[in-house]
DNA sequence: TGGCCGATATGCT
DNA sequence: GCATATCGGCCAA
């Protein structure tokens, strides 16, 4: 991975994501989604500001959240220049996929990691990652060439929040099996 | 100090 | 498709 990679803006961080692979004790997966959040109002910089004042200090960071009381997501900070952060949603299991069904306990393997919150169970993460570098975390190989990514407007954001809600910045690899939900008509 | 609200997952209808 | 579990962060008072 190029040095410095997570300092660029949150946008192209979460796009060159899409087809990167993640290896960590043992196991190795695919990404298939992810999105950008960056200064928007549907950013925790903006939302949460105590929180998620890491995204704008902060580059290449593991930054976890949880939602509803029950579960936890993986990002990574972005954005040597502004608030940024990238949300890891969802990924193909390739090795170390036995541990991944022990931890979720699901019946079908594309459940094992079609969700942000079920990808940070099968990874066996925890919260002592929060605030740490992300490269010490998981060894990351970026694509060799482009990956065909199609991008949307972002998953499960509230309304009322005015046209940043419709932002392009939900990013797929269109192919996958594992997304957490279709791809739309995008370009 | 209380109430509201999530960048969700799951199981049931 | 819909209900709901469950709790920390945030803000109003």
Do not use: Q
């Not at 899409?18 to 939302?47: I, P």
């Amino acid at each position: 991975m190029p040095r410095g990679f997570f300092g660029n803006p949150a946008v192209v961080v979460a796009r060159r994501l899409v087809g990167a692979r993640l290896r960590r004790h043992g196991m190795e997966v695919r990404v298939v989604e992810t999105e950008a959040y960056a200064g928007d109002l549907a950013s925790h910089f903006v939302t949460r500001p105590r929180t998620g004042a890491m995204l704008g200090s902060t580059h290449g960071l593991v930054y976890l959240f949880r939602s509803y009381g029950l579960h936890t997501c993986l990002n990574v900070t972005t954005d040597r220049s502004g608030p940024g952060g990238v949300l890891i949603r969802a990924v193909e299991p390739l090795e170390g996929i036995e541990a991944m069904r022990v931890r979720r306990g699901v019946r079908r393997d594309l459940d094992l990691t079609n969700g942000p919150a079920k990808l940070y169970v099968a990874l066996g993460l925890d919260w002592s990652l929060h605030g740490t570098p992300w490269e010490e975390a998981f060894e990351v190989d970026l694509p060799r060439s482009p990956t065909a990514v199609r991008a949307g407007p972002r998953i499960g954001i509230g309304i009322g929040i005015g046209a940043d809600r419709d932002l392009p910045w939900r990013f797929v690899d269109p192919a996958s099996r594992w997304l957490s939900r279709p791809a739309g008509r995008w370009r």
